[in-house]
């Protein structure tokens, strides 16, 4: 059963799949801008722009509460100015909350601009993860880790709305969490949603310890959740609407169902590529390091490990 953990609020003032960004170098920090994009009255996502691509640093989510500012996940610690420049054309108000949607330091590396000031909050395995593993972005672990975590759902009861996080196990990684605010009329789904343009491959960690049927329960989860015109932030990429989201899901739903129909009749990952059984995807954009054989790869090695473990 699902636990729920709420916070009453009442006056209380590692390594993405390392996409673009590793193949690129450092971006020019200083032609890197943040863009603000308004959503609703008191919610707002903050992009990047600049870098090649812009695939490379993330997105975040604002929620205006009267008591404060909540953040959902931090970019990089290099752009820790701009991102306050750009909070304070939104709001004069303190950042109260941070959050985070998994342990990559593309979403975590600028916890640390916030570590003095702010409450960071994240599920159970982000903490976790960031004590274990060394991710280069990460400047000051003691300031970046989560100084509350939760093992399934947690909700800030802010004065102007709620916050809700929920963890998915098995998403691009295994501590990932969507954050929905119903008040804002907007979720953050993290990587385990990205919406490029046009569209790529899904992401998954490379460590084994994400899986795809956490990205498809994660999306299955926004859409019955939040109404039809709900704004989704992506992980990466541009603001989408529940018409994005749906086609992502698609993807991940019928590229699965080719792939384990495959896997049922005992054909291997080498068979698979052969036959080119992700033909009708060829739509997809193709890069390193999620290309297609590497997408058809980490989809059959989740699929076999998930019949093997029972978990299907």
């Known amino acids: 059963m699902i636990r729920k953990f709420a916070l009453v609020v009442v006056g209380l003032s590692l390594f993405m799949t390392r996409p673009i960004l590793a193949q690129q170098g450092e971006p020019d920090w200083d032609k890197v801008q943040i863009k603000v994009h308004k959503i609703s009255g008191n919610m707002y996502m903050l992009e990047s722009q600049g870098q090649p691509d812009n695939v490379g640093i993330g997105n975040m989510g604002v929620f205006v509460a009267d008591d404060g500012l909540v953040l959902v ?7 820790g100015p701009k991102i306050n420049a750009a909070l304070k054309t939104i709001s004069d108000k303190p950042v109260k909350y941070l959050l985070n949607t998994h342990s990559h330091g593309d979403h975590t590396g600028g916890n640390v601009n916030w570590g003095n ?15 274990k593993v060394s991710d280069r972005r990460i400047t000051n672990l003691a300031l970046s880790l989560p100084v509350i975590t939760y093992s399934n759902e947690l909700t800030l009861h802010m004065n102007g709305g709620d916050v809700h996080a929920v963890y998915f196990p098995l998403g691009h990684t295994d ?32 460590d084994g310890t994400g899986g795809f049927q956490g990205q498809i329960a994660a999306a299955e ?3 019955a959740h939040m109404p039809a015109d709900v704004k989704v932030i992506p992980g990466h990429g541009d603001l989408a609407t529940r018409d994005d989201l749906a086609k992502y899901l698609a ?29 009708k995807w060829d739509y997809l954009v193709s890069v390193r390091p999620v290309t297609a054989d590497v997408y058809l790869q980490r989809l059959y090695n989740d699929l076999t490990r998930a019949k093997g473990s029972g978990t299907r």
């Open 73 to 79: 996940d931090s970019m990089l610690v290099e752009l």
């Open 251 to 279: 993807v991940l739903k019928d590229t699965s169902a080719v792939v384990q129909a495959g896997i049922d009749q005992g054909k291997s990952l080498e068979q698979l590529k052969q036959e080119r059984v992700l033909q």
């Open 221 to 223: 989860y926004v859409l």
């Open 117 to 131: 000031t702010a409450i960071i909050i994240a599920q159970d395995n982000l903490r976790t993860k960031l004590q």
């Open 175 to 206: 501590g990932d969490t969507v954050v929905l605010f119903p008040q804002g009329n907007a979720a953050h789904m993290g990587d385990d949603f990205v919406n490029y343009s046009p569209q790529h491959y899904p992401l998954i960690d490379t």
